[in-house]
C-alpha cells in the first residue's frame, strides 16, 4: 500500500523554507509519496495559516491528519528533535580533528614523519589558527562572552578585540615553521592568562558560563575545553622558550 502525505511549504522568487525542504526529503526517506504543495507567495501562505490555525510552515498532512511542522515530523517519525540550546562540543571535535588532519597532510606532503615532533607543533598551529578563525567571523559575540570571565578583558575589553589575532598570529607562526622568538612569548601570555582566568572563573568562582573559544554563539561550556585549549598554547610557548634559551 502506498503511504501519502500533503506537504505544504513556502516556495517564492525571494524564499524557499528550507524546513519544507526537510520535511520532503523526511517523508521520502520514510517511504511516502509526496503531495507537494507549494505556497507560492506571502499572501497565499498568510492565507493558508490562517485557514488551519497555524503560525508557521510547511506543514504535513498524513491521512488526513495534520502533523506539524518539521520538527513535528520529526518526533511523528521518532527522530531526534535538535536542541539549539543543549551543550554541544561538536564545533571543537571538528576543529581539532580538521587540525590533526591538516597536520599530517602537511608532513605527508612535504616527506616528512607523522611521528615527529614537527607533526605536534604543526597541530597546535593549525588548532590555534582554526580557533581564531572562529573569533574572528563575529568579534563582537566573541568579546561579548570572551570579556565575562577574561582576568584582563574583564578590566581592559580592546584585549579582548586583540586576542584572536595574536591567537592567529602565534599559531601561522608555528605553521611557517618561524623561530620561536616570534611566537613563543605571545602563546606563554595568552595561554596563561587563559588558563588562570578558566581556573578562577570555573573552579573557584564556580560560574556557569558559555566558552568562547569557538566564537561568541558556540554552546560549548566554560570549563575543561577552553583551559586544555591554553594550557596546550601555554606547553607551546613554554618549549618554545626553550629551545630560544638552548640556541
Not at 507567495?41 to 488526513?64: L, M, N, W, Y
Amino acid at each position: 500500500m502506498t503511504k501519502r502525505a500533503v506537504l505544504y511549504r513556502m516556495v517564492t522568487d525571494q524564499h524557499i523554507c528550507p524546513y519544507g525542504l526537510r520535511s520532503k526529503d523526511l517523508l521520502e526517506r520514510q517511504g511516502f509519496t509526496v503531495d507537494d504543495q507549494p505556497l507560492r507567495s506571502r499572501a497565499e501562505t498568510d492565507a493558508f495559516k490562517a485557514e488551519h490555525e497555524v503560525k508557521t510552515t510547511p506543514q504535513t498532512f498524513i491521512d488526513g491528519e495534520r502533523i506539524g511542522g518539521y520538527d513535528d515530523l520529526c518526533r511523528y517519525f521518532g527522530k531526534p528533535v535538535k536542541d539549539k540550546n543543549r551543550t554541544s562540543y561538536q564545533s571543537v571535535m571538528a576543529i581539532f580533528s580538521v587540525a590533526f588532519l591538516l597536520a599530517l597532510a602537511m608532513q605527508w606532503a612535504t616527506g616528512q614523519s607523522v611521528f615527529a615532533f614537527s607533526t605536534v607543533m604543526l597541530f597546535v598551529g593549525f588548532a590555534m589558527a582554526l580557533l581564531a578563525l572562529q573569533k574572528l567571523q563575529d568579534l563582537y559575540s566573541f568579546t561579548n562572552s570572551f570579556i565575562t570571565y577574561d582576568v584582563i578583558a574583564m578590566r581592559q575589553l580592546r584585549y579582548a578585540y586583540c586576542y584572536p589575532f595574536l591567537e592567529a598570529w602565534a599559531g601561522l607562526a608555528m605553521i611557517a615553521g618561524l623561530s620561536p622568538v616570534w611566537y613563543a612569548p605571545v602563546a606563554v601570555f595568552i595561554g596563561s592568562v587563559g588558563a588562570a582566568s578558566v581556573v578562577k572563573a570555573v573552579y573557584i568562582d564556580q560560574r556557569e558560563l558559555k566558552c568562547a573559544c569557538v566564537g561568541g554563539n558556540s554552546n560549548v561550556p566554560l570549563g575543561f575545553v577552553s583551559l586544555t585549549e591554553n594550557v596546550v598554547m601555554l606547553a607551546a610557548g613554554l618549549w618554545g622558550i626553550s629551545q630560544i634559551a638552548a640556541s
